[in-house]
């Protein structure tokens, strides 16, 4: 992904709108029917529940994956990838390789916590 190339200015009410909680991850499993590398990721959510999604993270071994916590977007609807149902977005960056850093909250935060 380009660092360079910027998107669009967007409304406040649009970015708002996504709620984006504080999950910690139960499980990861191999997804080998996805496209591209990914995993299958549970993620507790606190009140909101335990979704799950696939990511293309295979640069973390998933022993480092298992109770880290992420951030999530939860409010984006259900899309279906190689016949797995994904129910959120987990954020990260890419560094210059490509590969995904995973976004991490700060010490104390807790599955549910609202990001704002």
Avoid: H
Avoid at 4 to 9: A, D, I
Avoid at 94 to 103: F, I, K
């Amino acid at each position: 992904m380009n660092s360079e190339q910027l998107k669009p200015r967007t409304e406040a009410e649009r970015f708002f709108s996504a709620d984006i909680r504080v999950g910690r991850i139960l499980s990861v499993d191999e997804f080998p029917e996805a496209r591209k590398p990914a995993y299958k990721i549970k993620a507790d959510f606190g009140p909101a529940g335990v979704l799950q999604t696939s990511a293309q993270v295979t640069n973390y071994r998933i022993d480092e994956l298992k109770d880290r916590l992420v951030v999530g977007v939860i409010n984006l609807g259900r899309k279906r990838i190689a016949g797995f149902t994904s129910e959120f977005l987990v954020l990260g960056s890419y560094d210059a390789e490509g590969a995904v850093l995973l976004l991490s909250p700060s010490a104390g935060a807790a599955p549910g916590d609202v990001i704002g």
